[in-house]
């Protein structure tokens, strides 16, 4: 959905800051609504709706860069790597909340839709810095 909707927008930048704003300000409500279990479940579906549908975009990034030859391998470390950080994460955030309080994984969860839009900025701005150049087979 997410890659179908930037190609036809080509705004591919917009849906992944659109993205991690609305599952950011999304998670920071959690807070304020944490007696009202109704709300939250509206708060949690529309923002992990609409924060999901740049992640196919995000994840087509590592391609951008890596030269064909080295595309197979390079994309096996990425996963690699996504995918031990993802089983990581829950643990992590566990670990978070028993040594402080609930709403501190929140914030680590804000911080991240934060940190996602700032890294999508130095990574437009490295590329156009270090333009990728195809050699000759």
Do not use: K
């Not at 705004?11 to 993205?19: D, E, H, K, S, Y």
């Not at 992640?55 to 990425?78: C, D, H, K, N, Y």
């Not at 566990?94 to 680590?108: D, R």
């Amino acid at each position: 959905l997410g890659g179908a909707l930037a190609d036809w927008l080509r705004r591919p930048n917009l849906i992944m800051v659109v993205g991690a704003c609305v599952w950011g300000a999304g998670t920071s409500l959690v807070p304020l609504f944490a007696e009202q279990p109704g709300a939250l479940w509206v708060i949690f579906g529309l923002s992990s709706l609409i924060g999901a549908i740049p992640v196919g975009v995000m994840i087509s990034l590592s391609a951008e860069v890596m030269r064909p030859q080295v595309r197979g391998v390079g994309t096996g470390l990425f996963y690699t790597w996504f995918y031990g950080v993802a089983a990581a994460a829950p643990a992590f955030a566990g670990f978070v909340i028993n040594q402080t309080s609930p709403f501190v994984a929140i914030y680590l969860t804000v911080s991240c839709a934060i940190a996602t839009i700032f890294c999508l900025i130095v990574f437009r701005v490295a590329q156009r810095l270090f333009p990728r150049v195809e050699h000759a087979s």
